[in-house]
């Protein structure tokens, strides 16, 4: 294969790095599930937890401990669940059976946006915010599928990212929170 039409192949799934217009994820929009804005600077000097989640989805049950995480550490931890459907088509409902399934299988209470992409050629601007160096000022990562976590600090800054396999109640993530 020729370099250009290498090139034009992986425009589907991978972003280019670019640097935003924005000074942190303070400044980027995204709605709730309701379609209502979410105003991230109203999280200022909490953590945020992003999660990309799904219903249909073997990790499917953090949904439990992503709960319990966020009752438990409430004052000080937002939890925010981001609905995907590009791993295994395992979102595939709408708004509203995705709001029932997290309310009545999990009780979920943490805020849940809108359904985005997190990752390729119309990769949402936070989770080109949240993996790319350029942007967030610490590393560089690829969502690998759902449920991999993003710890934003207390400022706005980006702690660490954690794969599918890390418990929401793992230490690795409670340690910043204590």
């Known amino acids: 294969?020729?370099?250009?039409?290498?090139?034009?192949?992986t425009l589907g799934t991978k972003s280019p790095k670019q640097k935003m217009d924005i000074d942190n994820i303070y400044g980027i929009s995204i709605n709730a599930l309701n379609g209502n804005p979410i105003d991230l600077s109203s999280f200022k000097g909490k953590y945020i937890l992003f999660v990309n989640v799904a219903s249909k989805c073997g990790f499917t049950p953090q949904y439990k401990d992503l709960q319990k995480l966020y009752e438990t550490y409430g004052e000080t931890l937002q939890v925010i669940g981001v609905p995907c459907n590009q791993f295994g088509a395992q979102e595939p409902g709408d708004a509203n059976t995705?709001?029932?399934f997290c309310e009545v299988n999990y009780g979920v209470s943490f805020l849940i946006t809108e359904k985005i992409d997190v990752k390729g050629k119309n990769q949402h601007p936070l989770?080109?915010?949240?993996?790319?160096?350029?942007?967030?000022g610490v590393k560089d990562s690829?969502?690998?599928?759902?449920?991999?976590?993003?710890l934003i600090d207390a400022n706005?800054?980006?702690?660490?990212?954690y794969y599918s396999t890390?418990?929401?109640?793992?230490?690795?993530?409670v340690k910043h929170l204590k």
């Open 127 to 136: 989770y080109t915010w949240l993996t790319q160096k350029i942007n967030n």
């Open 166 to 173: 890390t418990s929401p109640l793992s230490s690795k993530i």
């Open 1 to 9: 294969m020729n370099p250009l039409k290498a090139f034009v192949a």
């Open 142 to 150: 690829t969502v690998k599928w759902n449920f991999q976590k993003y």
């Open 156 to 161: 706005g800054d980006l702690v660490d990212y």
């Open 98 to 100: 995705i709001e029932t």
